[in-house]
Structure formats: structure tokens, C-alpha cells
Nanobody, 124 residues
Framework: QVQLVESGGDSVQAGGSLRLSCAAS????????MGWFRQAPGQEREGVAA???????LYADSVKGRFTVSEDNAKNTLYLQMNSLKPEDTAMYYC??????????????????WGQGTQVTVSS
């Protein structure tokens, strides 16, 4: 089993930046791809970014050019650097581990382990 704990969420002004972290513990296996998801009030869950063991990344169109996903494997930590934040980025952000190795997907049902979430609020 794997435990995932997100941190770094905050309230910021539009145009600001945040870096979210996701610390993994338990049975960590870097072969599994990792992803970030978000869910805003009244909205469906949205896949934000994913990264596989080779460092290949996948981003939702809504965050391309603004968000960057990365990993520090020595620390078993996943990051999401969020720049040029917009009010529409306001959501609970979750990290998750893919059920499979190597692939990149933003489909939530393909992920088997989830963190508790961290809240990001962007004001105009």
C-alpha cells in the first residue's frame, strides 16, 4: 500500500504562484506513473498533469504553459509548480498513483491511490 499526502495549497492572488507537494510513503515504486487532479465546487474532477518514470509529462489544455509537474525520486515526492494562477484554478488538488507502469493518462479511474487533497484558492 502507498500513502500520499499533499501540501502547499493556499489562497493567492490571480497571477501568483504556488508549488504543491505530494509525499509518498509505504510501498513506493517509481515505475508507476503519477498524476495531479483537481475538483472545483460544483465541477467534475479534472486531470491536471501526469508524469511517468522517464520524466515524460502530460498536461490538461487548461494548464499548459503555466503548470509543471516533476518528481524528486530520492524524496519520494511529487510536485506541481503552478504559475500565472487564475481564479478558475481554484479547486481541491489531489495527487494520485496510476494503477499501471509507464503510461500517461489524465483519466482518474486509472489511478488507484489518492491523497487527501490540498485546497488552492485564487482570488481576482
Amino acid at each position: 500500500q502507498v500513502q500520499l499526502v499533499e501540501s502547499g495549497g493556499d489562497s493567492v492572488q490571480a497571477g501568483g504562484s504556488l508549488r504543491l507537494s505530494c509525499a509518498a510513503s509505504g510501498y513506493t515504486d517509481r515505475r508507476y506513473s503519477m498524476g495531479w487532479f483537481r475538483q472545483a465546487p460544483g465541477q467534475e474532477r479534472e486531470g491536471v498533469a501526469a508524469i511517468n518514470r522517464y520524466g515524460t509529462t502530460l498536461y490538461a489544455d487548461s494548464v499548459k504553459g503555466r503548470f509543471t509537474v516533476s518528481e524528486d525520486n530520492a524524496k519520494n515526492t511529487l510536485y506541481l509548480q503552478m504559475n500565472s494562477l487564475k481564479p478558475e484554478d481554484t479547486a481541491m488538488y489531489y495527487c494520485a498513483r496510476d494503477r499501471s507502469y509507464y503510461r500517461l493518462t489524465l483519466v482518474g479511474v486509472e489511478y488507484g491511490y489518492w491523497g487527501q487533497g490540498t485546497q488552492v484558492t485564487v482570488s481576482s
